[in-house]
């Protein structure tokens, strides 16, 4: 373990105010059925969908330090934004009400074309409001920072105290949670006595994988984080990715063009839109939920394992291999997609 710059990780995050809202650390699995249906790399599962509050997922992490913030800035609303299933917008929502703070957020409901029926009722939407969110309407064609600021000046007109969670939580400060994230897997890795090569996950406003690169690099450890693209916009998961990294690069003390080297994102697997999904998605819905009761959606996390079976078919993952698969959440938003499967 001492091979591992462990303490130097931990005090740059240390650094930072965290406010304990997560089940951490959520376990670190085996999915030997999985393993052996693909007939490739053996894969584990790292369950950021068990991260406890308001249904898990990957942005409680990055809320553990956006929420001191708030808190120090003295506010008494969070806004964000996000599309009717986001899964952000509902870890806002939940995180909120857990330190009891008003949640406002604006829904973007042109994003998707085609969609179930109760789309717009159920799933994370219907969470939202369960834990006292509440919203405006906005477009995607709308710019979200505007959009966002134009709300909080409306609410400061009226004396409220607004907090602005960016889009995704992505920012320095969110990107914070998953250099924790690094850490904790990393002692994982280590306590389980495991050679981890890679660790696939589904990207789109880049923190996650970020934080993973950066915390990975500063800790020694040569993991091959690769994003798999939600977004059908590799370029512009990649620019995304690309800007948290240097922030992170630059709050730890490393050198930011060297780990720009490091960032994969892997496109052909979005199902050619956001919040779309295609056979592979459904694929790997499937299989994960038939031989590991493992439950994964169509919009972010599917399409991350949907990628690591289609990369093992291409041979790019070897049979050696030992592949952390990242399971950023999202189960809520798979009641909006029953006809998926024939409901």
Not at 45 to 67: P, W
Not at 73 to 79: E, H, N, T, V
Not at 261 to 285: C, L
Request: charged share 20%; net charge neutral; with cysteine.
């Amino acid at each position: 373990m001492n091979d591992f710059n462990f303490n130097g990780l931990s005090n740059k995050i240390n650094n930072h105010k965290r406010s304990k809202l997560g089940h951490f650390p959520t376990p670190l699995e085996p999915l030997p059925r999985l393993s052996e249906w693909l007939g490739g790399p053996s894969i584990f599962v790292k369950r950021d969908d068990a991260s406890g509050l308001g249904q898990g997922g990957n942005k409680i992490r990055a809320l553990e330090f956006l929420i001191p913030d708030a808190v120090a800035c003295g506010s008494d609303i969070l806004l964000t934004a996000g599309v009717i299933q986001s899964n952000s917008v509902r870890q806002v929502a939940a995180a909120a009400a857990k330190v009891g703070l008003d949640c406002h957020f604006a829904m973007i409901t042109d994003r998707i074309d085609e969609t179930d029926a109760d789309y717009a009722k159920t799933g994370n939407i219907f969470l939202n409001h369960l834990y006292g969110a509440t919203h405006e309407l906005m477009s995607i064609k709308d710019d979200k920072d505007e959009v966002l600021l134009k709300m909080a000046e409306r609410l400061k007109s009226v004396g409220r105290k607004p907090y602005i969670v960016p889009y995704g939580c992505a920012n320095l400060l969110g990107a914070i949670g998953y250099l924790n994230a690094a850490y904790e897997t990393a002692k994982q890795i280590v306590e389980q006595n495991l050679s981890i090569t890679h660790l696939i996950h589904a990207s789109g406003t880049g923190g996650t994988q970020a934080g993973l690169i950066v915390g990975f690099a500063l800790l020694g450890i040569p993991i091959k984080v690769i994003g798999i693209d939600i977004d059908a916009d590799e370029a512009g998961v990649r620019d995304r990715v690309t800007k948290i990294l240097r922030l992170l690069a630059k709050e730890v003390g490393l050198d930011a063009r060297k780990l720009e080297e490091k960032i994969i994102i892997e496109p052909g697997y979005s199902a050619g839109a956001y919040g779309k999904a295609d056979d592979p998605t459904v694929e790997a819905m499937t299989a994960s939920s038939r031989l590991e009761a493992l439950t994964t959606d169509p919009v972010y996390s599917a399409k991350g394992l949907a990628g690591l079976i289609g990369l093992s078919r291409k041979g790019y993952l070897k049979k050696s291999d030992n592949i952390i698969f990242l399971h950023t959440g999202g189960v809520p938003a798979i009641y909006a997609y029953r006809s998926l499967f024939g409901y």
